[in-house]
């Protein structure tokens, strides 16, 4: 289980299960439980590339980052670890 530290984003933290590349589990700590728990079931089976494809640059209201955004930072540190 892998844990990220998120930034600029109301979820505090992210839990990451990956096997061979393949997502099995994602936890959001905090953050907006219904969307939040729609995303990781959306992406659980999903292999890392696919997801960080089709996460990464989401932005939230006007900030920089989103939740999404932040789930694919933490499995490209996930990825090159």
């Known amino acids: 289980?892998?844990?990220?530290?998120?930034?600029?984003?109301c979820s505090t933290e992210i839990?990451?299960?990956?096997?061979?590349?393949?997502?099995?589990?994602?936890e959001f700590i905090r953050g907006c439980p219904?969307?939040?728990?729609?995303?990781?079931?959306?992406?659980k089976g999903m292999n890392i590339d696919e997801a960080i494809s089709k996460l990464?640059?989401?932005?939230c209201k006007d900030k920089s980052t989103s939740?999404?955004?932040?789930l694919a930072n933490a499995l490209k540190e996930i990825k090159n670890m």
């Open 34 to 43: 219904g969307n939040l728990f729609g995303i990781s079931s959306l992406v």
């Open 56 to 59: 990464e640059g989401i932005k």
């Open 15 to 26: 839990h990451v299960d990956v096997e061979n590349n393949i997502i099995k589990s994602v």
């Open 1 to 9: 289980m892998y844990t990220y530290k998120t930034s600029g984003v």
């Open 67 to 70: 939740c999404p955004d932040q």
